[in-house]
């Protein structure tokens, strides 16, 4: 599975193993983003953000899943 997201304008990804395991899926992606980008650490809402994507694409069956950008305001969960 590919997570891609970007933070400002500059684009990443992050490839996951295969897995229908939405805890190790979360866990990997968030610890593979926040020790590549150290600012969003204090993004309290990052976690809820990884897990709704990729709960998402787990539920489409999708093997990409683009989880916009993290560095934004509007990348707060329900704004």
């Given at each position: 599975?590919i ?30 983003i ?36 993290l ?9």
């Amino acid at each position: 599975m590919i997570v891609k997201y970007s933070i400002s304008e500059s684009s990443y990804t992050v490839e996951l193993p295969d897995s229908d395991d939405l805890a190790v899926l979360c866990a990997q992606a968030e610890d593979r983003i926040r020790e590549n980008h150290p600012e969003l650490a204090r993004r309290e809402f990052l976690t809820e953000r990884i897990a709704d994507g990729l709960l998402n694409g787990l539920a489409a069956d999708a093997t990409e899943i683009d989880l916009g950008d993290l560095a934004a305001a509007s990348a707060r969960p329900g704004i």
